[in-house]
């Protein structure tokens, strides 16, 4: 299928076989001027930047001056064995990646935009170095794409908080940007990450040992270990949720004591773990509001509000508690120590309002206060001091909006919670604030008045009021795809192409689209609204810091 008329056009399918190749290339580093090669009515050029990392450039024939430059979300920074769920088998890898994938890559292409994206200079927690890569890649780029005129920046959680950081510290550089689905500033990040596997470790497996890794070849290997020891507590809870969920057993290797366990279900236990780290209580397959018909109408109620929260946290603290894992060793190597310390942190406080709302799936006020009396007692992770001091050095936003922004985030996404974006929006509600001040001010003294233009879009990605799955017999159905506005940027190809098409707008307006245009391309990508009426909690360690 041909998208232009011109002969210079270009199809999909030629797209998609020239970007098969690129997006496989080798990351050794190359000379600094770009290696170019011109298939299909795209010149494709790949190279490295001083700092060794490697990136990829596409343009098509009929170039429109617009280049879209990608930065790639979290890559784990070592091997990963084989047979650990989710990411066992991951070799480390630098490749250059232009865009979120082939088929977005292709469509942009297709309406005459550049694209690029490095695989950065390392992997893990860069954003300082990718912020310095992208900064040297968009002049790469201009030196050898003469008639480039404008440079829209997007990216995709580490990637998002990169994109932000660069349009905050560059907006120069940029017509407009997107930080999707966007990691937050690493302090409270990894506060959220480091009580999910605290949790994890007190409640159900104490040998898990959640950070301290040793040094060299020792550290990396209990690294490891606790994945393994995390996902082996995640399916022993998995078993016994789908064995008696309304009273799941405790896994084996937990060292609650046996009059608590006879007392309250695992369930709500995991259920704490997630509200007091801020891991949300919906999940991929979990909406946390139905129920199966075939239950009675007093069973579909405890399972409504009881059994399926308990099943969304089984879920979002896998995914939460085994990336924590790798990401806490990989800033112990950075900050040269643990990081991680809760010894004043007050986990009741930290519950707050979340012990009513969730009471029922929490098992109660008293199942409650016995879980957090256990937390209290329990021992606490003690961090380095010269290693927090040097996280605190680590690259952070200061949530100033310097171009026409977009942000992108499912409201159940389990890692970059939409907190995240909410943060961000909090600080921007306050420079617009200042902004009208500023137009006020100048009124007075000219007798002319701009109220000026609003560069925020807040674009949330809810899931549906209910969307678990359940087999005939009853049993939730986790074989069905993930809901939208779920899992870790979790979009579609349509929602993906929105955004460029917005950003492209904004990039040549200097302001978002709006009224009913925009409503109406929303609506046509699906899964994407604008509720400002919608406040996004934030992470719970952001009042911490």
Not at 36 to 41: D, F, I, L, M, R
Not at 129 to 157: C, H, N, P, R, Y
Request: hydrophobic share 45%; with cysteine; glycine share 8%.
């Amino acid at each position: 299928m041909r998208i232009f008329k011109s002969k210079r056009s270009l199809s999909l399918v030629a797209i998609t076989s020239l970007l098969i190749p690129l997006l496989v290339t080798s990351g050794t580093a190359r000379a600094a001027d770009p290696a170019c090669a011109t298939a299909n009515y795209v010149t494709s050029c790949v190279g490295a930047t001083s700092d060794s990392a490697p990136y990829s450039m596409m343009v098509p024939a009929n170039f429109n001056g617009t280049v879209f430059i990608y930065s790639h979300g979290y890559r784990p920074n070592v091997a990963i064995p084989a047979g650990i769920p989710g990411y066992g088998g991951y070799t480390v890898t630098n490749t250059p990646q232009p865009g979120p994938n082939a088929t977005v890559i292709g469509a942009l292409l297709a309406k005459g935009y550049g694209v690029m994206g490095s695989g950065f200079s390392r992997q893990g927690w860069n954003a300082n170095e990718g912020v310095k890569t992208d900064v040297e890649l968009i002049g790469l780029f201009k030196k050898q794409f003469t008639k480039t005129k404008k440079v829209i920046a997007w990216g995709e959680s580490l990637g998002g908080f990169i994109t932000q950081a660069l349009a905050e510290s560059n907006g120069s550089l940029l017509s407009a940007a997107a930080p999707m689905c966007m990691a937050s500033n690493i302090s409270p990040l990894s506060t959220m990450a480091g009580d999910a596997l605290w949790g994890m470790k007190t409640f159900f497996d104490p040998t898990i040992k959640g950070g301290n890794y040793s040094a060299g070849a020792a550290g990396y290997a209990e690294a490891m270990g606790d994945l393994v020891k995390v996902f082996t507590a995640i399916g022993a809870l998995q078993a016994a949720f789908a064995a008696n969920p309304k009273l799941p057993a405790w896994p084996a290797t937990s060292k609650v004591p046996d009059a608590m366990k006879a007392a309250i279900p695992s369930r709500s236990a995991l259920v704490l773990v997630a509200l007091m780290s801020g891991v949300p209580l919906q999940s991929a397959h979990f909406d946390s509001t139905s129920a199966p018909s075939v239950l009675s109408a007093a069973d579909q109620t405890s399972f409504q509000i009881a059994i399926n929260p308990a099943f969304a946290a089984l879920e979002n603290v896998a995914t939460a508690a085994a990336l924590a894992v790798l990401v806490t060793y990989d800033l112990e190597l950075q900050s040269g120590g643990a990081f991680f310390d809760n010894t004043k942190t007050n986990y009741t406080a930290r519950l707050g309002d979340d012990a009513f709302v969730w009471t029922s799936a929490l098992s109660g006020k008293t199942a409650t206060d016995t879980l957090l009396g256990y937390l209290a007692a329990a021992q606490r992770a003690t961090g380095n001091a010269a290693a927090m001091a040097k996280m605190k050095t680590q690259l952070a936003h200061t949530g100033k909006i310097n171009v026409p922004t977009i942000t992108l985030v499912g409201t159940a996404d389990p890692v970059t919670v939409a907190g995240n974006s909410q943060w961000i929006a909090d600080r921007y509600a306050e420079q617009y604030a200042q902004a009208l001040v500023d137009a006020r001010a100048s009124y007075k003294q000219t007798g002319s008045y701009k109220r000026p233009d609003s560069k925020l879009l807040s674009i949330w990605n809810f899931p549906a009021a209910k969307y678990t799955k359940y087999t005939a017999l009853g049993a939730p159905d986790t074989t069905v795809p993930a809901a939208s506005g779920t899992n870790h940027c979790n979009f579609t190809d349509s929602q993906y192409l929105a955004v460029a098409d917005l950003l492209a707008y904004a990039s040549e307006n200097g302001t978002h689209l709006a009224g009913g245009a925009l409503y109406t391309k929303l609506r046509k990508a699906g899964g994407m609204t604008i509720d400002k009426e919608y406040r996004a909690p934030l992470l719970k360690a952001y009042g911490d810091n």
